[in-house]
């Protein structure tokens, strides 16, 4: 799906829209330059799954995880560079938990993203829009 | 009393004794920097090999530089969150091998109470501790800093207001919603190819810019968001001004640097960036504090060693009539001293750890 948004607003009910069609099991990729609106699309996500513990940018500490209507792992890759730092966190660990995982800067996993990864990218428009493509339907 | 502290739960190593809470008679800190410029960030795998590596070593030189040996140890504090979990563990065994074996208490302190406690340290008493060009750091504070007061705690992991009543006693009336605001500096310079760790150098390029080159909004200034900050916006904003210079919407890996500082002064926007984030963390600051009838505020965290930063609140708080507490630079890093002031008072308080205790990455105050 291809889905263009004006504003930040639109982009966290965007947010919401897909938080509601996610499963426990289902990773989400998120693909988008710094900037891009992840964290805002990632809060509307959260709001979808009850989540009422503020989602703050999980670089610092690479993995947060919240409890909601199921438990959301949102992970940040931002720091990392190399594929055998993101192995040794364990990160494909999460894929199998009976949860959401989102995944920030994805694009530094390359092949060891699952195949059933969810794929969301994020085109940068102008200052308030962005476009974003996913393979999957919500 | 004797306190051996020790902390590790980023990027710097560090272990301190420390006597009666507030006269550090030494403080060794290892910084892992050099390993992690390469990588443009901390990298959690080897911040915790390198922790591994230097924690004995550290310990031994903070007892050394106290002139002490671990049998005159009264107790062990250590910090066991928030941070990154396998560079806590590496403090926590530390701190509880030592514990367990001399048989004394193990106290486990969360590491933004540690950096509040950095305002109460006092100068370094041990004349064999010396640190290159300034050999006595005296914190003048000590007699001023006086209950209820208000901390700004700021770093690359943590953005809060938190209004202390008392020792122990926290209450936090804001925080960051998105990212700190140390992050939003190692972003906008790493987005820049200015270099990691970003705080210091947006901080010195922005004194040759000029701050109003650039007009960024001041994030959640309105009054429903309370104390709470936003920084992810504010970084947002930079790379829109940076993409609409380009008159593009992709921004080609590898020319950031060149293009901005090519067509717009690059010192000029650092600039403005840094003064957009200091006016939001002293506006709101004073604002709490002011709000809650409070007399003193002070800074605690890395990004207190913002010279922007330190000069504004002072400047502000004093136009307020307040007592504005700023603590020595040596003291606004990740330091094992603050962590050591921290565990006296909680051991005095009757808090000691059970050697069961667990590193925890989100621990709140």
Known sequence: MVIETASAGETQDLGYRIGKSLKPKDVVALFGTLGAGKTTLVQGIARALDIVELVTSPTFVLINEYQGLYPLYHIDLYRLDDLSQIDELGIAEYFTRDGITLIEWAEKMGRMLPRHVKEIKIEYLDDHKRKFITNFDF | ?365
């Open chain 2, 1 to 365: 009393m004797l306190i051996l502290a020790i902390e590790s739960s980023c990027d710097e190593t560090s272990a301190a004794v420390v006597r009666d809470g507030d006269e550090v008679l030494s403080n060794v800190i290892a910084s892992q920097i050099e390993f992690h410029r390469k990588y443009g960030g901390i990298v959690p795998e080897v911040a915790s090999r390198k922790h591994i590596e230097v924690i004995n070593p550290i310990i031994k030189e903070a007892l050394d530089k106290a002139s002490i040996g671990f049998k005159d140890l009264d107790a062990v504090a250590v910090t066991y969150g928030p941070g990154l979990v396998g560079s806590l563990l590496v403090g926590v065994c530390a701190a509880k091998a030592i514990a367990y074996s001399l048989n004394i208490p193990l106290i486990g302190v969360n590491h933004l109470e540690g950096h509040i406690y950095a305002n109460f340290l006092a100068q370094i008493t041990n004349p064999k501790y010396q640190i290159p060009n300034n050999s006595q750091i005296t914190n003048p504070n000590i007699q001023t800093l006086e209950f209820p007061f208000i901390s700004l705690i700021v770093s690359g992991g943590h953005t809060m207001i938190v209004e202390v009543k008392d020792f122990g006693k926290y209450k936090t009336l804001g925080q960051t919603r998105d990212d700190a605001a140390g992050e939003a500096f190692d972003k906008v310079a790493r987005f820049l190819k200015l270099g990691f760790p970003g705080g210091p150098v947006i901080d010195k390029m922005a004194k040759e810019g000029n701050p109003k080159a650039v007009e960024f909004k001041r994030p959640m200034m309105e009054p429903e968001f309370g104390y709470d900050f936003s920084f992810s916006g504010i970084k947002t904003a930079v790379v829109n001004y940076v993409m609409r210079k380009m008159g593009g919407t992709d921004l080609p890996a590898g020319r950031q640097g060149t293009l901005v500082s090519g067509e717009t002064h690059l010192s000029d926007l650092v600039a403005s960036f840094q003064q957009a984030v200091v006016d939001t963390l002293v506006e709101k600051t004073i604002k709490a504090v002011t709000d809650n009838n409070i007399k003193t505020v002070c800074l605690a965290g890395g990004v207190s060693a913002n010279s922007q930063l330190r000069a504004q609140i002072k400047a502000r708080g004093e136009e307020e009539g307040l007592t504005v507490i700023i603590p020595p630079l040596e003291y606004t890093t990740d330091n094992a001293a603050m962590i050591g002031c921290a565990g006296y008072h909680r051991l005095k308080a009757g808090h000691p750890s059970d050697l069961s205790i667990k590193p925890i990455a989100g621990l709140k105050l």
